[in-house]
């Protein structure tokens, strides 16, 4: 199975910055798509940024020039920098991966457990 561990979540007040972090274990194969979701209260999970390639990304049109994501191959970890950070990106933000395990080679999506932003005005 895989573990998906985020970090990083936190208060800031509005125009602040956080940075997440989503570090997966187990016996991963590879990894095939890996990125962030974020859920409000009242609202539908959305996608905020994901890498669905090793090269090729997605961002929410309402993160983009805000938000980076990023990761490091060797530890399995990408990253979510948030900068001019508003209220409105205030959410439970989970990380979801698409790996295909090392043993049964089966395919498999896995979720964080959450880690809340919360911005302030």
């Known amino acids: 199975q895989v573990q998906l561990v985020e970090s990083g979540g936190g208060l800031v007040q509005a125009g602040g910055s956080l940075r997440l972090s989503c570090a997966a274990s187990?016996?991963?194969?590879?990894?095939?798509?890996m990125g962030w979701y974020r859920q409000a209260p009242g609202k539908q999970r959305e996608l905020v940024a994901m890498f669905t390639s090793a090269t090729n990304t997605n961002y929410a049109d309402s993160v983009k020039g805000r938000f980076t994501i990023s990761r490091d191959n060797a530890k399995n970890t990408v990253y979510l920098q948030m900068n001019s950070l508003k209220p409105e990106d205030t959410a439970v933000y989970y990380c979801?991966?698409?790996?295909?395990?090392?043993?049964?080679?089966?395919?498999?999506?896995?979720w964080g457990q959450g880690t809340q932003v919360t911005v302030s005005s």
């Open positions: 979801n991966a698409a790996v295909t395990l090392l043993v049964s080679r089966r395919k498999f999506t896995s």
């Open positions: 187990g016996s991963i194969l590879s990894i095939n798509a």
